[in-house]
């Protein structure tokens, strides 16, 4: 994936987008260095989207073949959470 400044962006969206729908290249888009935007062929854009509503179904049949309720399910995140700030604050004391 080549990397395009949103300068160049405005100076070559023609050539850009031309080389996006017909060769299929693919852009990352940076302002100052960082990665702003991508710009990509329709079809990955549409994979991508399928591949993210197959997941989201996946992990919504398996919560609900989960034998853990909702409620245990919130006890086990609330112990692990104080268990690990004890662990912390342990290794405070020690240093």
Request: proline share 2%.
């Amino acid at each position: 994936m080549e990397k395009v400044s949103t300068m160049d962006v405005r100076q070559r969206i023609g050539d850009l987008l031309n080389r996006v729908a017909l060769r299929h290249d693919e852009f990352v888009i940076e302002r100052k260095g960082k990665p702003l935007a991508a710009l990509v062929p329709i079809e990955r854009l549409e994979q991508i989207r399928r591949f993210a509503r197959r997941h989201a179904l996946e992990l919504l049949e398996a919560q609900k073949q989960s034998t853990v309720s909702e409620e245990r399910a919130l006890a086990i995140a609330l112990e692990a959470q104080r268990s690990t700030r004890k662990r912390a604050r342990k290794r405070r004391k020690t240093k």
